[in-house]
């Protein structure tokens, strides 16, 4: 069964706006998320992650949202260029060291 | 929903043995298959792309002789990593698509931890 979700398979967002991507995911034990993001014919390229200890961690545009509580992470893209537009991926482990479970993406068009 | 399972998830091999790791889609067919490796910072470089009953796709610089990718069913791919050395060691994580899905979704496998000693 699918331990990570991203039940959104599309997101669209105009320029400048506020890009939200969700991400819920079920085993209680997972401490460490990370989000990726991925361009066409490229692998996924890490762009931030936020341990447990947390609920929120921002690097520039990006933010990243845990609620624990809820199991649901999310993650903030503000403001949204045209150049953010790829498939995004949450990912969850127990520990930094660990097997990821990932969810299956939601590709994000940012249209100028 | 599509799940991928990956197998073993960790290993521990001496120097100049060879390590398979399995990938089967447990629900779905995939005639597609991808193999990342993880590398520091986290990001997942793409190995090589699967093709059920053909020979695999190998990006740049990485030795095909070295990384044997089979997929010899539509639920099955391996990735074999012959004559291991330390510097192999990492962590290889493989994804598959669905492809009857009409998003196209990938589903990751939970990755392989290879420590080569």
């Known amino acids: 069964d699918q331990q990570v979700k991203q039940n959104s398979p599309s997101l669209s967002v105009q320029e400048g706006r506020i890009s939200i991507l969700n991400c819920d995911y079920t085993?209680?034990?997972?401490?460490?998320f990370l989000w990726y993001k991925k361009y066409p014919a490229e692998g996924p390229t890490f762009l931030i992650s936020i341990s447990s200890i947390k609920d929120k961690n921002e690097d520039g545009r990006f933010t990243v949202f845990l609620n624990k509580s809820a199991k649901h992470l999310s993650l903030h893209i503000v403001p949204s260029q045209p150049g953010d537009s790829a498939v995004y991926f949450c990912a969850a482990s127990e520990g930094t060291g660990n097997q990821f479970y990932f969810g299956t993406g939601t590709s994000l068009t940012v249209i100028p | 929903g599509a799940v991928v399972s990956q197998h073993p998830s960790r290993v521990i091999c001496k120097s100049g043995t060879s390590v398979k790791i399995e990938c089967r889609s447990l629900d779905f067919q995939a005639t597609t298959m991808f193999w990342y490796r993880q590398f520091p910072k986290k990001s997942l470089m793409l190995m090589a792309t699967?093709?059920?009953?053909?020979?695999?796709?190998?990006e740049q610089g990485v030795e095909k002789d070295k990384f044997l990718i089979n997929h010899a069913s539509l639920t099955l791919s391996t990735l074999t990593v012959t004559s291991a050395h330390p510097e192999d060691s990492s962590f290889y994580i493989c994804?598959?698509?669905?492809?009857?899905?009409?998003?196209?979704?990938?589903?990751f496998g939970s990755g392989t931890r290879l420590t080569v000693v």
């Open positions: 085993n209680s034990m997972f401490d460490y």
């Open positions: 699967s093709n059920e009953g053909s020979k695999a796709t190998y």
């Open positions: 994804s598959a698509r669905d492809s009857a899905s009409p998003y196209y979704g990938y589903t």
